[in-house]
């Protein structure tokens, strides 16, 4: 009895093993990578709209962009008239508001700041001359109060840094 049992459990996992690489064939997962056919992509200069007055943002924004592209290596960055795809985007709006509130000696007092950045992209084809994608993205970086705008541009980084990942992560593993 224990020989049919394991011999049907072997049975089983053989079965299961041969059908998975047909299932395999069959799907396609999400999170493959770039189509085949686009091969570059333009990275045109960032808009900002954000009203927020931060001198360079859309040039520290974009050169943060194309790096993370460049890195990654999935396209290559080109020049817009010859891409085979288009990233466009605009920071939309930018908030900087309290994060951390501690009891002081003074009462209550801000330790942390948070600056959030929202961006809204679209991701064009223009080999097959169609929009993949349009969305908007959010994220932030908290600074101390205490370290001034050092501390303050630190944080606007590191929210720029997370957003141009998010936008990267969309483009290159929406598929």
Known sequence: MKIRRTTGFIAGVVAAAAVV???????????ASVPPHLKTVAIPLVDDQSGFGEPGLREQFTTALTNLFISDNSLEVSNRTTADAVLEGSITSISDAPAIVQQGQQGEQVSKRRITVNAKFVFQD???????????????????????????????????????EDVLLETVSGW
């Open 126 to 164: 223009m080999k097959l001359r169609h929009k993949v994608w349009e969305k908007n993205f959010s994220n932030w970086g908290d600074y101390d109060v205490g370290g001034g705008p050092s501390q303050r541009q630190a944080g606007l980084q590191e929210a720029v840094r997370k957003l141009t």
């Open 21 to 31: 690489p047909v299932l395999h064939g069959c799907y396609s997962f999400t999170g």
